[in-house]
């Protein structure tokens, strides 16, 4: 049910960003993101049924200047904004978004630009988006990009650091196994989070790190080609906020899954 409900909400959102007129908001359900993109750029129809990209759009997409999609079963391109001759042109300086598109199936780029669009800032309504839209960011890397200072840096590795060391004490407090119990404590001990990992694993128990991260406290990634951000920043950003959004689907279907085994009593399971 989920899947096809999605299915049907890329369809529309796909039609909504060509014929969207004056709304530049729209969310979408599932997984309940809220969509948000900049009252000038739109997203126009560039061919007919199974027919070549007409001029000048053609040119602009193989000069990696815009994105074509599937809108109504028809190829549309995207962005695209009224310049001061009053023609439609591509948006300034939106090569990096469209750069980190490459390599793109077809049918997948629709659900990229909805990840640029995507307001990570939105905390949203629990029963609309049961898994949160957040974009964090590696702590060295924001601190890379200027987003965090020296002393941030070293504050969210130190919390990370005592996190990992908590499950590393979960998993011991949930262990009877004296021969890998004696293991793993060595290895906790010398700091060695990879070889607690495997002995965890080989002992059956679940164990992950807490990396070292960053919340992007801003709305979408597209708005920083508005701001005017480095190429590379705004290249990152999208790649990140794509593949970001593709493990937020993955985990919005599962907690689909297990609320549907929830709606009902055990003995719906165990008495068929």
């Known amino acids: 049910m989920w899947r096809a409900e999605r299915a049907v909400e890329v369809e529309d959102f796909e039609v909504w960003l060509v014929g969207r007129g004056h709304v530049a908001e729209r969310r979408n359900l599932p997984p309940g993101w809220l969509m948000r993109t900049a009252p000038t750029w739109r997203a126009r129809a560039a061919a007919g049924h199974r027919a070549a990209l007409r ?13 074509v999609f599937t809108s109504g079963g028809a190829p549309a391109v995207w962005p695209l904004t009224r310049a001061n001759d009053g023609r439609m042109r591509p948006v300034e300086g939106i090569e990096p978004v469209v750069a980190a598109a490459a390599g793109l199936a077809p049918d997948h780029v629709s659900t990229f630009i909805e990840a640029m669009l995507l307001d990570w800032s939105d905390d949203g309504e629990s029963d609309l988006m049961p898994v949160p839209a957040c ?33 590393m004490d979960d998993v011991l407090n949930r262990l009877y196994d004296d021969f890998y119990r004696a293991r793993l404590e060595a290895a906790r001990d010398s700091g060695s989070v990879m070889d607690f ?21 801003g709305g979408p990634v597209a708005d920083e080609v508005v701001a005017g951000t480095r190429p590379e920043i705004v290249q990152w950003l999208a790649t990140h906020a794509h593949r970001t959004s593709a493990k937020l689907l993955q985990h919005s279907m599962g907690e689909a899954w297990n609320a549907a085994f929830d709606h009902h009593p055990p003995s719906f399971w165990t008495d068929m």
């Not at 924001?142 to 020296?150: E, L, R, T, V, W």
Request: net charge positive; glycine share 6%.
């Open 135 to 167: 974009l964090r960011l590696p702590a060295s890397q924001a601190y890379d990009f200027g987003y965090i200072d020296a002393a941030q840096r070293r504050r969210l590795m130190a919390e990370a650091r005592a996190a990992t060391l908590a499950s």
């Open 197 to 217: 990992r495997r002995l965890a694993r080989s002992a059956g128990v679940h164990f992950s790190t807490s990396p070292a991260t960053w919340p992007w406290p």
């Open 55 to 67: 001029e000048p759009y053609a040119g602009w997409v193989a000069a990696g200047r815009l994105l």
